[in-house]
């Protein structure tokens, strides 16, 4: 499989604990994006990493969420101390610079339910 | 802020009736726009983009969009629905080529009566 590949696919945990997911881009992507999509609404951005560096955060992106991407291929994102208000799709996407804009492939998601 | 606007939220048709859903952005610099389709149980995927040029844009599975600067609308339509459109379809906004990051709609939801 060729696509950006995110896991767990679905996660329950109970408030106040961590949990991290992997967005597993394509491989010659440089561009790797989160987002965060709630029941009824759009997906919202969080934030945005090229290569290793990561360029933009949105404010939605508390001091309690962390993303990294250590050498530029994969990323985690942590939740900690999680709140119910976080259950959501997390959606990895990644697009390759030379593409341009809006050139991305999303992944499948994360679902997370806090309870 | 930019926002993106779908002011329909749920559409219900019936095969080969035609379909036009809106949508509108706020801003009034150079945008980048798309539309994007989300079938049940799958992931997000790019149906048509917007960048320059001519403000019709096809798009895959019949579909295309119209570009209307003056009215900040990049409206999605297909003549005929089939059944197998049913699918959550969301509109969205880059600005000035910046291609950092896309502002979705809310969305909207659509389904074909066979």
């Known amino acids: 499989d060729t696509g950006v590949s995110q896991d767990p696919r679905h996660k329950i945990t109970k408030r106040g604990q961590n949990v991290t997911f992997r967005c597993d881009p394509i491989?010659?992507?440089?561009?790797l994006y989160w987002y965060r999509q709630t029941l009824g609404q759009g997906p919202e951005f969080l934030t945005y990493?090229?290569?290793?560096?990561?360029?933009?955060k949105s404010r939605l992106l508390s001091d309690r969420f962390s993303a990294e991407r250590p050498k530029g291929s994969f990323s985690t994102l942590e939740i900690q101390r999680t709140e119910q208000g976080d259950s959501a799709m997390y959606l990895c996407?990644?697009?390759?610079?030379?593409?341009?804009?809006?050139?991305?492939?999303f992944g499948s998601g994360t679902r997370l339910t806090v309870v | 802020a930019q926002s993106v606007s779908q002011h329909n939220h749920h559409v219900i048709l019936s095969e080969a009736a035609s379909l036009e859903l809106g949508c509108n952005y706020s801003?009034?610099?150079?945008?980048?726009l798309f539309w994007y389709v989300q079938y049940p149980g799958q992931h997000l995927q790019l149906l048509l983009k917007?960048?320059?040029?001519?403000?019709l844009v096809k798009g895959i599975k019949g579909f295309e969009a119209e570009f209307i600067k003056s009215k900040f609308s990049f409206n999605l339509r297909k003549p005929s629905v089939q059944w197998s459109d049913t699918a959550e379809y969301f509109c969205?906004?880059?600005?000035?080529?910046?291609?950092?990051?896309?502002?979705f709609g809310g969305g909207t939801r659509l389904m074909v009566k066979p």
């Open positions: 917007y960048f320059s040029g001519d403000p």
């Open positions: 801003y009034g610099g150079t945008v980048n």
């Open positions: 996407a990644s697009s390759r610079q030379a593409t341009g804009v809006g050139g991305y492939t």
């Open positions: 990493f090229q290569n290793e560096a990561q360029l933009e």
């Open positions: 491989s010659e992507h440089n561009r």
């Open positions: 969205a906004v880059i600005l000035n080529n910046a291609g950092n990051m896309l502002t």
